[in-house]
Each structure stands twice: as structure tokens, then as C-alpha cells.
């Protein structure tokens, strides 16, 4: 049976896990579209955020020596905002300081991430040296925000010219160089669209790109890359 005893809200609304679980459901709002040439063709990569990610993102399946309660992403989400599932709950986990607490760090500004300046590149985890991933995904983007720097990695449809991606995993930087032989992308156009107004701002725009009317089933670029 549940129990409906929420934290007063002075408490559980300025901890991390309610702040990141916010700003994933603001975020969730939103879809980037980013712009990049490759190859002299344009390709499209349209990131929009699930509930169903947030699980992951936020490291929960670290926190299995919990026995934390089992609802699905839409209603996982609301008990933590209503103060049903709290910050010193998660904080009993073994690997909460480790595996759990740097992605929720990551998550609290994933939008400033994603507004600000960043490098994008393929995700390739073959190509690593010195470590190796597990991570499934087709880009990463390398940021430093504050003085920290961040990974977050997305993919999806990655033979498309219009990629639709959904996000995989993001955290502070370690030890380990993520951008190790993995290889850059120019960011030509980036944008940011409210779905419920479909109102769409231009967050940066490459000197001397002009985006073609439509695009074209073979991407062709008008962009000359240096």
C-alpha cells in the first residue's frame, strides 16, 4: 500500500535530486535541433527528452541495494516532486557519492549544457585506448560549464540525414578523456523549440551558413568546412 507522507517542502525541494528532477521536467519541454556538416552533406539532429530516460540519466539503477519503490517514469517523477521519494532516501545507496550524485549534477544543467557553447562529436567507443564503455550511443557533446566540465552522450537513427536521438547518459568528467580519438563536428546551427508553442530560438548560428530552404534527401551542403 502507499503511503502519502511528503516531506515538508523546505526540506525536500532544496535537495539535489528535486532540483535535477525539475529541470528534467522542464527540459522535457523542449526539443534542440543541431545543425552539423560532414562530407560536404548537412545533417539534422533533433534531441527531444522522455520520461523514461530519467531513470537512467539519473543513475537510479546504481542505487539497486535500495529498495527504493518501483513505479513507472511518468509517476517516478511526480513522487519525487511531491516529496514522496527524497533525497535521503537515494543518499543511502553505496554508489549514490560515486555513480548516482555526478549525474545528478550533470542533469541540474543539462539546459545550460545544451545552450551554451559545447564541441560535438561521433560516439565511437572502439576507438578508445586507455579505458573502455559500455555506453550505446552515436554522439557526444564535451562542455564545460562553471569551471566543470561535463559528457553527455545521445543517439539514435544514425544513418538518417535527420537524425531523431534521445538522450543516453550524462555526468561529470572524470579521470577518463572521453574526446580520446573520437572525431569533431562543426556545430553550423543550433536550436531550441517549446512544443507546447512551437516556438522555435535560434540559439547560435555558424558565420557564413545559410540553411538551404528544404532539406534535401542527400543533405547537400552549402557550407564550406575548414
Known amino acids: ?21 525539475k529541470e528534467w521536467d522542464s527540459i522535457s519541454q523542449y526539443r534542440y535541433s543541431f545543425i552539423y556538416g560532414f562530407k560536404k552533406k548537412l545533417y539534422t539532429i533533433l534531441l527531444t527528452f522522455a520520461p523514461e530516460e530519467f531513470y537512467h540519466l539519473a543513475g537510479f539503477q546504481y542505487l539497486s541495494d535500495l529498495s527504493l519503490p518501483r513505479y513507472n517514469a511518468r509517476k517516478m517523477i511526480r513522487k519525487i516532486l ?51 564503455t559500455n555506453i550505446s550511443a552515436d554522439y557526444l557533446i564535451s562542455s564545460m560549464v562553471n569551471g566543470v566540465s561535463y559528457v553527455f552522450l545521445f543517439g539514435g537513427s544514425p544513418r538518417a540525414i ?34 507546447s508553442t512551437n516556438q522555435e530560438t535560434v540559439l547560435f548560428v555558424k558565420e557564413g551558413f545559410t540553411e538551404p530552404d528544404q532539406h534535401t534527401e542527400d543533405g547537400q551542403s552549402n557550407h564550406k568546412e575548414e
Open 82 to 132: 511531491e516529496g514522496e521519494i527524497t533525497q535521503d532516501d537515494i543518499e543511502k545507496g553505496a554508489d549514490y557519492e560515486s555513480l548516482v550524485k555526478p549525474r545528478l549534477q550533470a542533469l541540474l544543467i543539462l539546459q545550460s549544457i545544451l545552450d551554451s557553447p559545447f564541441t560535438l562529436f561521433s560516439f565511437r567507443p572502439d576507438m578508445y585506448s586507455s579505458f573502455r
Open 162 to 195: 535527420i537524425r531523431e536521438c534521445i538522450c543516453r547518459s550524462i555526468f561529470t568528467k572524470g579521470e577518463r578523456d572521453y574526446e580520446e580519438n573520437q572525431r569533431p563536428y562543426t556545430v553550423l546551427k543550433k536550436t531550441k523549440t517549446d512544443l
Open 1 to 21: 500500500m502507499e503511503t502519502n507522507n511528503p516531506k515538508p517542502e523546505s526540506d525536500y525541494k532544496d535537495s539535489l535530486l528535486y532540483k535535477a528532477t
